[in-house]
């Protein structure tokens, strides 16, 4: 754990400690790519700190993270029963089905972070086997929950040492898309080929389909014109727009997506219309895990493009306190 200076606003008293993991891992994956990052440390985070890559770069994994734990009390619920049981879910009371402790994130979190670690072992490059290694580690350590499609082909991996999954046209779930943010810190920057590599590089070690692999592509440039300040207005006309274009399925205009499935095209539906018809992170992240399905995972991607956009100012302190003492309790 590590001290930070974060802005009043979302200071509960005094210091605040967050995970210093996190910290740790966006300053050294911002640090591959721009060396004179490197000495920038904390110092964006403090009161008054303009919104620099950085700071937005720290609260998109801070997004992620709460959003995660926030949905997973949520997930597989319908928004009726979510009302009936909670009203309005709004804190990081753990529960659900998985029984979670408050403020305890799920696999879209672990493996994001497990990612991040194999890209920054092999100097910022995302290499294939590194991941599927990665992915496989995390396995072992027995993670709260695993996707169908990850435990298969992690398992095939492990028979084959083949760290690309076969094409599939069943495999059009999430879970590629959940665990995307250090590839798009790793390559932000770089031109749009070796973007796309990089992308299927991690998406393919268990999710090897078109509509994944567009949903992935799709988020990764979102999240790189987020972090370089761009509004929602051009990212949804640079990014989303040809992506409905491309896959009429993914339009998200049509009628209100409750209760999305962990198919990508219903947890993107769920996504965009919470991220685009919101006017911040917290109303955001609670208009989209309130839809219940597959809520941890569209509360981890709504929080990851969320943070990014609206940087750690919007992330509410109440949240940011509950996810701090489950990691100190870690420690
Ligand atoms: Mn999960
Ligand atoms: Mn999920």
Known sequence: MEKVYLPATVRPRGDLRLPGTFLQRVRRSTAVLWPRMLNLSCAALRPQAPLTVEARALAAYLGLAVGDALG????????????????????????????????????????????????????????????????????????????????????????????????????????????????????????????????????????????????????????????????????????????????????????????????????LQAVFQAFFDTDGLEDCLIDVVNRGGDADTTGAIAGMLAGAHYGPKALPRRWLAVLDAKTRAAC
């Not at 928004?79 to 009203?87: A, F, H, L, N, S």
């Not at 396995?139 to 999954?165: C, S, W």
């Not at 590599?197 to 070690?205: E, T, Y």
């Open 72 to 267: 997973a009390t949520v997930e597989f619920l319908t928004p009726k029963e979510i009302q009936q049981q909670i009203g309005v879910h709004r804190n990081l009371t753990g529960g659900g089905w998985l029984k979670l402790r408050p403020g305890v994130v799920t696999d879209d979190t672990t493996m994001s972070l497990a990612l991040g670690d194999a890209i920054l072992a092999c100097q910022g490059r995302v290499e294939p086997l590194a991941a599927a290694q990665a992915f496989d580690r995390w396995m072992r350590g027995k993670p709260v929950d695993i996707g169908n499609t990850v435990r298969r082909n992690l398992v095939r991996f492990r028979q084959t040492g083949e760290p690309h999954a076969l094409p599939s046209e069943h495999d059009a779930g999430n879970g590629a898309a959940m665990r995307l943010l250090p590839v798009a810190l790793a390559t932000l920057g770089q031109d749009a080929d070796a973007v796309r590599a990089a992308v299927h590089a991690q998406a393919h070690v268990t999710h090897h389909n078109i509509l994944s692999d567009a949903a992935c592509e799709t988020l990764v440039a979102m999240v790189h014109d987020l972090l370089a300040g761009a509004e929602k207005k051009t990212v949804l006309q640079r990014h989303v727009q040809p992506l409905v274009q491309q896959y009429p399925l993914f339009g998200f205009r049509r009628r209100r997506c409750d209760n999305p499935s962990g198919y990508i095209v219903d947890t």
